[in-house]
């Protein structure tokens, strides 16, 4: 089996590298070459004994993406993206890989031939989804984001779903939760504080809590984000149906319910390390953003996430810190 | 007010622009510039005595949708499309005018100047939906579109709202309904036969009806769909909010009772001129489509569809017959 991940070098894609290395197969399927791509060149996994070709490129350059589908990979994960916050600021730029570089990867594997029909795994976001929000937002809800982000995710996702149907291409989208907690350094992303008041405290540095206690959000770790990715590789067509754009489960907690878990897998004084600073503007972005999802038909497709923000912590002190906590 | 129609030589196209001319302006204002675009060159209508710009233009040619905005109309209808069995068939085609003429169109708006944010009324469909469907169609309900084309307006709708949050226009897009009666020769359209079983009885021709009297459908007339055009181009940014796609109200009724109103309209002969002749292919089709709408939302914002189906073929008999049914 060939697989192909764009965005590789990104965190979701670099795990998701090592654990098909590890595991070596997808779904209990040996894998016997990988083609990794990414606007800067990914590392190439260790330890990995297929043929690998990791590589630099464009997305939205109509030859590279070519390029990519060439070898015909029986698997693509998509996940090369610009980030909700730069596609913000940086219209353009989100347009041009976000739905540009989409829009040329799947015309890619269409032209390739009409006996190509790749597993094609798509990574969109619940930034899909704009406020107004019912109590819990059902599989059914429509499309109403308020970023540029989300709208060129649920554009790729009608891309998605429409190039399954005409039988281009076997497409299964995964509307990822907001990934906590997000290993490596804070960044100035509005949603970066749910990973930094639990990331931050537990490496022993002060964190700073933009809103209050009450926020309520989705989260799952990056180790359930590749888990969808994975699970979603393997199911079938008739599983799918024409419904292919699947909101994922998470953790559902308040920010003071994050704090709360916080205290009890690390002590008070690794919770102590949070610092109140409220933030207008940062409060106004996140009240725009899902707070519940239902995700009943994922759960019901077999997508697991944590059972409690308890285990998301843990699953941080284990995978990320080597079971260390800075007292 | 300079007014720009694109796919004005259309059917909807045309009925619009008579409107415009006959009421002399748009919801009140005084129109002194028409430009008039279409795959065809379209008919400069008759007694206006403002400027017309009647031409035949390429909508997915960028040089062209360029030069549509290029003498800033201050009201957009894009009307311009390509049909639903023919984006369907046509796969190329379909994408190139229905989402990349639409790109074209809206990019061009934004690079013609900071200072200009025109008006921009789309015409969508509520082919954005496809089965299967509650017993009504919230105005919250997801697009999970069947078709190529209901996909490529889906799309338009979330490009249209990423546009207007952004500042670059002011946009509404309406979902109509099926357009019935619709006048002219039969089409093979797969929904022809909805309006061919009215329009033909009345014309002193036998009509083919292809599926079961029990299949439901939601109907508006030409004349609806330009008041709702019509009606769009005068709301608020206020009034319309981030949830700026509607689903047009219409006439729900049964095939059963598209006959029985042409009965009680018409009379029995006239009534008695359409043999039913099932087709296996038309009624999967069909099947797929919505059947109820809500439209609470564009019933607030005041859109009205006529109050019957009696009152769908009297508008027909009047406006297209001249008052004259074929004995």
Redesign the interface.
């Known amino acids: 089996m060939h697989v192909l991940i764009t965005g590789a070098a990104g965190m979701i894609g670099r795990k998701l590298t090592e654990r098909l290395v590890r595991e070596d197969g997808l779904n209990g399927q040996a894998i016997d070459k990988l083609t990794l791509t990414d606007i800067v060149k990914p590392a190439a996994p260790a330890g990995y004994t297929g043929k690998v070709k990791a590589y630099a490129a464009d997305i939205a350059d109509t030859k590279q993406s070519a390029k990519m589908v060439s070898e015909r990979p029986d698997v693509i994960f998509h996940l090369a993206s610009i980030v909700s916050g730069e596609a913000e600021l940086e219209?353009d730029k989100g347009y041009r890989i976000n739905l540009i570089g989409m829009l040329g990867l799947i015309e890619a594997v269409r032209r390739t031939g009409e006996d190509y029909h790749p597993k094609f795994v798509f990574t969109s976001s619940v930034a899909v989804f704009?406020a107004p929000f019912?109590h819990s937002i059902p599989?059914?809800?429509?499309?109403?984001?308020?970023t540029?982000y989300g709208?060129q995710k649920?554009?790729c996702e009608?891309?998605l779903?429409?190039y399954t149907?005409?039988g281009f291409l076997d497409g299964v989208g995964i509307r990822l939760p907001t990934i906590c907690v997000r290993p490596g350094k804070p960044n100035k992303a509005a949603s970066g504080f749910f990973s930094g008041i639990i990331r931050e405290p537990l490496a022993g540095v002060e964190a700073i809590l933009p809103v209050s206690e009450s926020v309520r959000h989705t989260h799952a770790t990056p180790q359930s984000a590749v888990g969808f990715l994975i699970h979603a590789a393997g199911l079938t067509k008739e599983q799918l149906g024409?419904?292919l754009n699947l909101t994922m489960p998470g953790v559902n907690v308040t920010v003071g319910e994050q704090i709360e878990s916080l205290r009890r897998v690390a002590g008070d004084k690794v919770a102590s390390r949070i610092r109140r600073e409220p933030d207008e503007l940062i409060m106004r972005v996140v009240g725009g953003w899902a707070e519940r999802v239902d995700a009943k038909r994922a759960r019901e497709l077999g997508f697991k996430a944590e059972d409690s923000f308890d285990d998301i912590i843990r699953t941080h002190i284990d995978e990320e810190l080597g079971g260390n906590i800075a007292a």
Do not use: Q, V
């Not at 599989?139 to 308020?146: K, V």
């Open positions: 219209f704009g019912p599989d059914e809800f429509h499309l109403t984001p308020l540029s709208t649920g554009i009608l891309l779903a429409d149907r005409k024409h419904r």
